[in-house]
């Protein structure tokens, strides 16, 4: 792992039930719009497996550094998604952003 990189997750929960064709269609679209802005790397689509945690599913990228992270935020393909799709869909979500030390 190299150092200064940032670690984007998004855990969520989906209006619609855990395994429907519309919980399908959301990851899969997910994973092909976001995992194609050019500076996302090591995009994964991720599914809860405890139940400790409130969260369905996530979503895990990694970017080069802060300024790769926040010309992602404010892509075009990203902020799409995120008013046509995620705020349409999820339920409730949380963030989590870290720099790899």
């Known amino acids: ?11 969520f929960t989906l209006k619609s039930q855990r395994n ?3 919980t399908k269609k959301f ?3 997910g994973e092909k719009i976001l995992s194609s802005i050019p500076i996302v790397e090591n995009f994964e ?3 809860q497996v405890s139940k400790k945690y409130d969260f369905d599913f996530g ?10 992270y926040d010309t992602y935020n404010a892509h075009p ?10 705020k349409k869909e999820v339920e409730r979500f949380q963030e989590i952003d870290f720099e790899i030390c």
Do not use: P, T
């Open 77 to 86: 393909d990203h902020q799409a998604f995120v008013e046509e799709r995620w």
């Open 45 to 47: 689509v991720l599914k």
């Open 59 to 68: 979503f895990s990228m990694e970017f080069e550094n802060q300024e790769a």
């Open 20 to 22: 429907s064709v519309d």
């Open 1 to 11: 792992m190299v150092k200064g990189r940032i670690r984007h997750m998004a855990v």
């Open 27 to 29: 990851l899969a679209d």
